[in-house]
């Protein structure tokens, strides 16, 4: 599939903001085999005085901008053409849960998709006994990695229910669990920290998702906004797998990746530092359109 | 020392006899002692120092130890303490007697040492570069990857000049055999090493003498190699060195600051720091100004808010930026913090022989990573012998707060659950041999007594590789039991002398050279500036609004009515000040002396220890009179001696301090705040329906009296009044005069002219002050007063502008 992509995310400061450093992942990822960015642009407005683009822990070419002017809002425009492939059907290649455990201990890696960066806790997903003892029921002696996973992916989008106005951006994995609401974001963390509690590694993939449905299907949820979903560690052989709580499915042509990471404190699409008084508001606005 | 002890009676007099050599000092069974042999004989470098304390009465004894207390009283030498009630200052807990260590001995834990720095920077180097060891199976990545010291975005950022590391220390303790152990690396921001210097200094105060007949090597060249090692990471002349401190409310501020005035170099916060076009720079009055090297005493997490810890809030954003950018050095480097985990101790032999090729020279204490099968089953059958602790602790095991558990104090059917505990969270967990450190002698109920101890050391990277600080910070048990060494539990810190059988070389930071050059200071770091300003400000707000109460009390005690028309008045002027009468000594008062207090503690570097002490008697002396002072005599004589404290504060900052850019700023929050208190108390009292007596009260508060009886030879009429306290250029009290000081101030200031033009603020001081100058005492009235102490304020915000933001 080909997508034509555009963001826009506004930020309106009630007083006017001075000394503001961002940092900003919105643009796809190209994944070899998998998605190609054919092109790509990124704008910020009000024009900033500095701006740099690194390549972050987990490979994504984050851009940092430094606005030190007298501004009341700030926009970023992010364009782009980007080419998904679609995967050839897995086999399930994983081990039983019991069998991880040795796995896991015979990669001798640190590279950023090692899974031993996936594992125990992160910023934004501490050990949470709740979704522990939720998770446990799932693992059974006989169940291969995927199939606990994909279990649990179902599992999670028939025990929450996608509800834009029941959480925000700071709503921590406990909280989202014990409302039963939210949106991908607490769908991701809820699965991560579960699949975290059985020993399977378990990151954060932010992306978009094409908003437009294909005929004779429904629109998917999460389409107007950025989207998140999850990548399951499924042993040597099989590797990563990615799965949409949100949607429950695994992840296809219709997700476009932007960023990995542990959690969403990895790829937050903007982080952050300024200096004003009073409240902001944000405005995002999304829109993926297949060419072809 | 509490209590005074008995006179005359000798140390060593109950067991001491010229057939023990030890004074009846007995070492603890199986245990290591630093002063005596394994024989119970004194080992030769004690000896001076034993000898000459058994000849001291214990009357001298605790003078001399006294005299050690003093110096640090004297110095300020605190710590913070953190307990149930919050956290405050307390007192340096010194323990007088120094640990002596023979110079061979030392030379041999000094190689170890320097072998084991060199090591670390390796691994430091590796874990964030090419992860060869990982690689290599001599590292568990998981280790690695779960470790909150582990800070990602650093990995790949290569340190300007090459090193991670230069400045570490190591807990180092002597086991039973006699044999020295490295029992925690400390890599992220090791302290100790001032406060080692102020033992040093306060221990020679108490044994001056025999600190001269012993050959003990000096401190002062440690640091001076470190301060050149700083230096050579500058990029020009014009940048700056800067001690980064997490502020005041740190355990060990007070080493900041000393360290920072001791090397010369500012003390900045976070928030002092902002990042432009990938450059560090400070804020100061002068502008932005360029930082190259900065020595940081913060935890690496909180050093970034927008790449690292985002709930940081004394952090500066952008500074992994300029790290990428290679633009500042930071000693040590971001995420250096992860060679402090504990359970690192356990693969370090296997790391030195696979990076070195050569064995560890000094071993560190034994420890099993129970995150892996064989080391947790060696722990799990081990148990009595083990101590059992958080696996990511970066703190020793007798210093942690109680996180780690000893193994033989656990009940035998608690033993299962702790294999099932290594089992379940085994990753999370180390086991380290239990230990019995060495002991040394303290004084305790005046007898010399073991101790157990640990000792700090501190490496510091120089252009010939590390050198090791021919000394050390001892800390000292306040039972016999290891885990009581740490301060927060009552451990005590001595001084190391190193001791040689030769004389040693004597060495000071002062430069030899007979020509020098004179620094000018550096430009006066904005958030400095401000806390300046403000202590000015409030220091005169209080000392205002004493001399009102002064007034009022003094009158109050004739009348005992605070309806009568003049009292009821300046009631109600207090009232606007947030000031209640019927309280002697109000709370505001207090807040205010607390706000001085506040602000100067912001700037410990830049005090002398004299106005800081006094400023705390101030602060105390009020608090104590506001509980138990009554209104009337008692308060007219408690704000006598709250001014007369008040005045040996400001004395003290004005006969010492170095009149350069901070004295400017200090005195200019003075003088706009007593010039604010002139207006409006002129506003409020001398108008034409001012109470009977309101104007000999206004002369009293402004110290004139005398001054007016002589100039003017008549009763006190408005005019004469208002004259004197509004528009006489010599009356120090004057507004005139306030306004005439800050022009002469402001003129001084950085950027009072820019491009051969008068700066904003320099207008404005300029403007108002010559509006004055023309006044004369017919046209004062409340509406002129009122339009003055608003455009004054303004000057306060003009200031903050130019200069504060």
């Known amino acids: 599939m080909l997508y034509d992509l555009s963001l826009h995310m506004g930020y309106l400061y009630d007083a006017p903001a001075t000394n503001a450093r961002h940092i900003i992942r919105v643009l796809p990822l190209s994944l070899p085999d998998r998605q190609r960015l054919v092109a790509g642009s990124l704008t910020v407005s009000p024009t900033p005085g500095e701006r740099s683009t690194f390549t972050d822990f987990f490979q994504h070419p984050a851009s940092s901008v430094f606005v030190r002017a007298s501004h009341e809002r700030l926009d970023i425009r992010m364009k782009a053409r980007v080419q998904v492939e679609a995967q050839p059907i897995a086999a399930d290649l994983s081990p039983l849960l019991a069998k991880l455990p040795d796995e896991l201990a015979d990669c001798w890696s640190l590279d950023p998709g090692s899974p031993h960066h996936f594992f125990g806790t992160s910023p934004r997903i501490p050990q949470e006994p709740i979704i522990a003892d939720y998770a446990r029921g799932m693992a059974g002696e006989d169940r291969t990695v995927c199939q606990i996973a994909t279990a649990l992916c179902a599992r ?137 | ?388 602790g958080p696996a990511y602790s970066r703190l020793p095991f007798f210093d942690d707060n109680g996180q780690s558990v000893l193994g033989s104090t656990l009940r035998s059917s608690a033993k299962v659950s702790i294999a099932d505990w290594l089992n379940t969270d085994g990753a999370k967990l180390v086991g380290q041999e239990a230990v019995t450190l060495s002991t040394t002698p303290a004084i305790v109920n005046g007898k010399l007594t073991p101790r157990p101890m640990s000792l700090r050391v501190f490496a510091a990277r120089t252009a010939d590789g590390w050198e090791i600080m021919p000394g050390g910070f001892a800390r000292i048990g306040s039972g016999d039991d290891v885990a009581a060494i740490a301060m927060q539990s009552g451990g005590r810190a001595a001084d190391v002398w190193i001791v040689s059988d030769k004389p040693v070389e004597r060495t000071t930071l002062l430069p030899a050279e007979e020509n020098f050059t004179r620094n000018m200071p550096g430009s006066l770091p904005s958030r400095a500036a401000d806390n300046l300003f403000w202590l000015g400000r409030y220091i005169e707000r209080a000392e205002g609004a004493l001399r009102i109460l002064r007034a009022w009390n003094a009158r109050f005690a004739e009348s005992a009515d605070p309806k009568q028309p003049l009292l009821a008045n300046v009631s109600d002027y207090l009232a606007a000040l947030d000031m209640d009468t019927t309280e002697a000594v109000p709370e505001s008062l207090l807040r205010n002396i607390d706000s001085a207090v506040y602000s100067a503690s912001n ?130 009290r004057s507004i005139l005069f306030q306004l005439n000081e800050i022009r002469t101030e402001v003129e001084q200031l950085p950027n009072a002219f820019v491009n051969g033009q008068m700066s904003p603020f320099y207008r404005e001081a300029m403007r108002l002050h010559s509006g004055v100058a023309v006044m004369t005492p017919e046209t004062m009235n409340g509406d002129v007063y009122r339009r003055l102490e608003n455009e004054i304020e303004r000057l306060s915000d003009i200031l903050a502008q130019t200069y504060l933001g």
């Open chain 2, 603 to 732: 700037i410990r570097d830049r005090f002398s220890p004299d106005g800081w002490l006094a400023l705390n008697d101030l602060a105390k002396t009020a608090r104590r009179f506001h509980e138990r002072v009554k209104p009337g005599d008692d308060a007219t004589h408690a704000m006598t001696v709250l001014l007369r404290k008040l005045a040996g504060f400001a004395g003290l900052v004005h006969e010492n301090m170095y009149r350069f850019t901070g004295w400017r700023f200090l005195s200019i929050g003075r003088y706009l705040e007593r010039g604010l208190h002139m207006t409006r108390l002129l506003g409020h009292m001398s108008g034409p329906d001012a109470p009977d007596g309101a104007l000999d009260m206004l002369l009293e508060i402004g110290d004139n009296v005398m001054t007016h009886r002589r100039r003017y030879n008549v009763n006190t009429a408005r005019l004469t009044v208002t004259d004197l306290l509004a528009l006489d250029p010599l009356n120090p």
């Open chain 2, 1 to 388: 020392m509490g209590k005074k002890p008995a006179t005359g009676r000798k140390l060593s007099a109950e067991a001491g006899s010229a057939a023990d050599p030890a004074f009846g000092y007995r070492a603890m069974p199986d245990i290591a002692d630093e002063m005596v042999d394994t024989q119970g004989q004194v080992r030769p470098v004690w000896q001076g120092l034993l000898s000459a304390i058994s000849r001291m009465t214990e009357q001298e004894l605790h003078d001399r130890f006294a005299r050690a207390d003093r110096y640090l009283r004297d110095a300020g030498v605190f710590y913070r303490a953190y307990g149930a009630q919050g956290s405050g200052e307390r007192s340096w807990p010194i323990s007088h007697i120094p640990v002596l260590i023979d110079e061979k001995e030392w030379q041999a834990l000094e190689a170890g040492l320097i072998q084991r720095a060199n090591v670390l920077e390796e691994v430091v180097a590796d874990i964030y570069g090419e992860n060869r060891l990982v690689r290599d199976g001599c590292l568990p990545p998981a280790l690695i990857a779960a470790n909150p010291e582990y800070l990602r975005p650093l990995v790949g950022i290569k340190p300007v000049g090459g090193h991670y590391l230069h400045f570490c220390s190591f807990e180092v303790g002597r086991g039973p055999d006699g044999n020295w152990w490295v029992l925690a690396d400390r890599t992220q921001a090791p302290s100790g090493a001032g406060f080692a210097l102020e033992n040093r200094v306060a221990t020679t105060r108490a044994f001056s003498d025999i600190y001269a007949e012993t050959h003990v090597h000096r401190l002062a060249s440690f640091f001076g190699a470190f301060r050149n090692t700083l230096q050579g990471g500058k990029h020009s002349a014009e940048d700056r060195i800067a001690v980064l401190t997490p502020g005041p409310a740190n355990e060990t501020y007070f080493e900041h600051a000393y360290i920072a005035r001791y090397l010369g170099f500012m003390l900045l916060e976070g928030e002092d720091l902002t990042v432009f076009n990938d450059r560090v720079m400070v804020r100061t009055v002068a502008g932005l100004k360029p930082v190259s090297v900065l020595w940081r005493r913060l935890d690496a997490s909180y050093a970034d808010p927008l790449e690292l810890n985002q709930q940081s809030h004394i952090g500066t954003p952008g500074l992994v930026e300029a790290l990428r950018a290679g633009s500042v050095s930071i000693v040590n480097a971001l995420g250096s913090g992860i060679l402090e985990t504990r359970a690192l101790l356990s693969f370090m032999p296997t790391i030195c022989r696979h990076l070195l090729g050569e064995d560890l020279l000094m071993p560190s204490i034994a420890t099993w990573w129970c995150g892996q099968q064989a080391e947790r089953e060696h722990v799990a059958s081990n148990i009595s012998r083990m101590v059992i």
């Open chain 1, 156 to 292: 999670v989008h028939k025990d929450f229910t996608y509800d834009p106005e029941a959480t925000t951006v700071d709503t921590t994995p406990k909280q989202a669990f014990l409302l039963k609401r939210g949106v991908c974001q607490d769908f991701s963390h809820i699965m991560i920290s579960a699949l975290r509690s059985l020993g399977i590694p378990a990151g954060y993939v932010s992306g978009y998702l094409r908003t437009i449905p294909p005929p004779g299907k429904e629109r998917l949820e999460g389409a107007d906004a950025m989207h998140a979903w999850v990548r399951v560690w499924c042993g040597d052989a099989m590797g990563w797998i990615e799965l949409d709580p949100t949607n429950n499915i695994a992840a296809g042509t219709d997700h476009i990746v932007v960023a990995y990471g542990r959690d969403y404190s990895d790829v937050a699409p903007v982080i952050g530092v300024l200096k004003s008084y009073g409240k902001q508001q944000t405005i995002q606005a999304v829109d993926v359109v297949p060419v072809g």
